[in-house]
């Protein structure tokens, strides 16, 4: 993937002109689970945001440096369109803003699929959907994304404070949403990453922490899936002016979790 002098110029005027807005202060419950959990970035397999409902997957073969590109990639395109956006009265406006930032990070989004839909009286839970989603976008790569997911799903459930700090972020009321970046490594050394977003609205739900529950009625649910690929020289170009417009490490917006 060859970058432009045209997309570097682009790059660096979008840089200029950021100003991210600073993180309102972390609940007591987030930050038990921050000293529950004190893996860093490079070392970990899962990241769970602390004030977000974003998780990153890492498989085993990912490279530790392109772990910290991912982790501060999102970190950034999340404050960046919390900035410049609202997700609640702008939510195509907000991915916009997402999309445009992971690109000036050195991400190229393909192979997007967009879809709405409404039921009643709804037997599923929201990992099977995730599943469903990685497997219809990430074309061969699918297998090891959803083995790694897999096993993110169930180190989450097995966990309380991971249940809680996850239910807590994603779940307002009626309105759920969440954001899932399984990550992997190609044999020629590329990261690629599957971006899986889902904002939904529910009536009535049964059957444990929301994001499990096996019944709803009145489910409204909007999803987006996307394949993602790093330029590393790209975002190495950016990595100063992006950890610049950042007040926090990823270390602290993310924490770390070992899956085995």
């Known amino acids: 993937m060859t970058i432009s002098v045209r997309d570097i110029e682009a790059s660096r005027v979008f840089f200029s002109s950021v ?3 600073p993180l309102v202060a972390k609940t007591k419950v987030i930050r038990s689970f921050a000293d529950l959990n004190n893996e860093k ?14 998780a990153i997957g890492f498989t085993d073969n990912l490279d530790e440096d392109k772990k910290q590109a991912a982790a501060d990639s999102i970190h950034f395109a999340e404050r960046y369109a919390d900035t410049y956006s609202h997700k609640k009265n702008a939510p195509i406006e907000w991915h916009e803003k997402y999309s445009e930032a992971l690109k000036h990070c050195g991400w190229s989004l393909t192979n997007s699929k967009y879809r709405e839909e409404v039921s009643k009286q709804v037997n599923v839970t929201m990992d099977a959907v995730v599943l469903d989603m990685v497997k219809a976008t990430a074309g061969r790569n699918a297998p090891a ?17 991971l249940i809680t700090i996850f239910d ?32 939904c609205e529910l009536s009535t739900s049964a059957g444990g922490a929301w994001f499990w ?3 709803f009625s009145n ?5 987006v899936a996307s394949v993602m690929e790093l330029n590393m020289s790209q975002h190495e170009r950016r990595r100063d002016q992006i950890i610049e417009a950042l ?3 990823s270390d602290d917006f993310f924490k770390g979790v070992k899956l085995k």
């Open 41 to 54: 970035v490079a070392k970990s397999d899962l990241l769970v945001g602390e004030g977000v409902p974003t």
């Open 19 to 21: 100003q991210l807005e």
């Open 213 to 215: 529950k096996w019944k």
């Open 219 to 223: 489910l409204s649910m909007k999803r």
């Open 145 to 161: 994304l959803i083995h790694m997911l897999k096993g993110a799903f169930t180190k989450i459930q097995s966990d309380e404070e």
């Open 247 to 249: 007040d926090i490490n």
């Open 168 to 199: 807590s972020n994603s779940k307002s009321g009626k309105d759920a949403d969440f954001r899932l970046i399984p990550c992997l490594q190609t044999p020629g050394g590329t990261a690629i990453a599957t971006f899986v977003s889902v904002d």
